[in-house]
């Protein structure tokens, strides 16, 4: 029983994770997609984030609300530890893969490549934790942040593939790339439900820890990203919108 429960919860972050290469699908019919709308396919992605971290802070204020907000605080000392190591090895990093792929979608950088990896994997590790920790607590919870993780990958996934598009790359090989970037959603969900599993008293620490770690994601990467190429208003109304639809489909759901 206990074995099954763990590979669902695999095959769950899994189906989030090929989410993201759904985001390559527009580049099979088109070869590019302006700045603008790229800018818009960033801000929906920071609001669907935001979105699914008021979902686990939620879930977690149910349980405990000051073990949810210890759980953020450590969350973010995690994550800026993380951020604090790269700037050790490089001071200015991007985490998109455009920079470390050539045109026939492999690797041209290998160190630059590793930075890269653990870039996006922090971002993706922190998802992936937020979806094991989800079902560590309710199988409901848990299918419920799949299905926001999922969403909130598919916009990322668009992202990334016209950067990679943009460089020549493949449509299918820029879905790879998206589906890989998105691959410790998976290997993170099974550690972090496993533990809530054992340590059911630890859930809300662990949803919050999501939830910071995801948060400080957002603001660092996924809204400048957006405004880069939009319109701060634009943008801050999209992430708003964005926000709004992801709660209100929690509210339908539950
Ligand atoms: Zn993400």
Request: hydrophobic share 55%; aromatic share 12%.
């Amino acid at each position: 029983m206990f074995q099954h429960d763990t590979i669902q919860v695999f095959l769950y972050a899994l189906i989030t994770a090929i989410a993201t290469g759904f985001g390559a699908i527009p580049f099979a019919f088109i070869k590019k997609i302006t700045p603008k709308v790229m800018g818009i396919s960033n801000a929906i992605a920071a609001g669907l984030m935001v979105g699914a971290t008021f979902m686990l802070i939620m879930e977690g204020a149910n349980e405990n609300f000051l073990k949810t907000i210890v759980g953020m605080a450590i969350g973010l000392v995690f994550i800026l530890g993380i951020e604090v190591l790269l700037d050790k090895f490089e001071h200015k990093h991007d985490d998109s893969p455009s920079f470390l792929v050539n045109k026939h979608g492999f690797f041209k950088n290998f160190k630059k490549a590793i930075i890269i990896i653990i870039v996006m994997t922090a971002h993706s590790a922190a998802e992936g934790i937020g979806l094991g920790t989800s079902f560590g607590g309710n199988l409901k919870f848990g299918l419920m942040m799949t299905i926001a993780i999922a969403i909130h990958n598919i916009p990322e996934g668009l992202a990334i593939s016209a950067s990679l598009v943009a460089k020549g790359v493949s449509w299918w090989k820029a879905a790879l790339w998206s589906i890989f970037t998105s691959l410790p959603q998976p290997i993170f969900a099974v550690p972090a439900y496993l533990f809530i599993s054992y340590f059911k008293q630890y859930l809300p620490v662990g949803l919050g820890f999501a939830a910071g770690a995801m948060l400080w994601v957002v603001f660092s990467d996924i809204v400048p990203e957006s405004q880069e190429n939009l319109d701060e208003k634009k943008s801050a109304t999209i992430i708003s919108l964005a926000i709004i639809v992801m709660l209100l489909f929690q509210y339908l759901l539950d």
